[in-house]
């Protein structure tokens, strides 16, 4: 399979520059990040691409058995590494693609020289000491909500996942965003998401690492960042003075500026 149309990738920015690849989240594409590409763009190599089941993604190619896992995901990454031969990657992960990002450098090391975790969870619910953010019935009730209404579901949680209600375009971008994901896909993709437990493999990254948070995040509270910073060695954590889950939308200069500070030195 042609994994460049599958993935509808595309490549942008400084053909001899170092690679940054960007991954989106949740219900999103890479669309979410056209306004952090150009600052990426005047230095690096830049490869955006959507999951299978996303965007302008191959629908034929997804299959809940493959996508049933975040395996699935990071094998997409690596499925587009591979094909585009494309060494010492930096990696950028948006939401759940931040642990997306992390399986799939613990599989293959030596292709991901950095790592950029853009507000990353390992784990959404509670558990003892840990605060994810969410109780285990928060989060049942959240997907049978999804399962039952899917796009009822997107236009009252999309606004509360980017927070920002004195932008309202924001929140709606997200909705439509959302909106054009196909309901059966979203509805595995969602569980594959809030149900995951990526905890134990945070200490298997060896690659250098940003930890990107927000002041303010509904969906990954600074405990969260806080947790993963502690769990990755050598990490660093930055709080970017932005509201929500999504600040490669409400705050892109900020954003752009936190990566190419981290990047720019290798």
């Given at each position: ?29 890479q ?18 691409f ?20 975040l395996?699935?995901?990071?094998q ?21 693609s ?79 965003s ?89």
């Amino acid at each position: 399979m042609d994994v460049v149309s599958r993935n509808n990738v595309t490549v942008t920015g400084r053909a001899d520059g170092p690679v940054v690849m960007l991954a989106h989240g949740f219900g999103c594409d890479q669309n979410m990040w056209r306004l952090v590409v150009p600052a990426l763009a005047a230095r690096f190599r830049v490869v955006l691409f959507d999951y299978v089941g996303s965007g302008s993604s191959d629908l034929a190619a997804w299959s809940p058995e493959r996508y049933g896992s975040l395996d699935g995901y990071a094998q997409d990454v690596l499925d587009i590494c591979q094909e585009l031969d494309l060494p010492e990657v930096a990696f950028v992960g948006h939401s759940v693609s931040a642990m997306t990002g992390v399986l799939a450098a613990a599989r293959e090391p030596e292709r991901f020289a950095r790592l950029v975790l853009l507000v990353p969870s390992p784990r959404y619910i509670d558990d003892g000491d840990y605060k994810g953010g969410f109780s285990a019935e928060d989060i049942e009730e959240l997907l049978e909500s999804l399962e039952s209404n899917y796009l009822g579901w997107s236009a009252h949680m999309a606004p509360v996942i980017m927070g920002n209600a004195d932008r309202p375009e924001l929140g709606e971008e997200l909705t439509n965003s959302f909106c054009r994901t196909d309901p059966d896909i979203a509805r595995v993709f969602a569980r594959t998401t809030f149900l995951s437990d990526s905890r134990q493999d945070l200490a298997s990254v060896t690659a250098p690492t940003l930890i990107l948070e927000c002041a303010e995040d509904v969906i990954a509270p600074r405990e969260v960042g806080a947790y993963v910073h502690a769990a990755i060695p050598g990490s660093r954590l930055v709080t970017l003075k932005a509201t929500g889950h999504c600040p490669q939308l409400s705050a892109p200069e900020a954003t752009a500026d936190a990566v190419i500070d981290f990047l720019a030195p290798a």
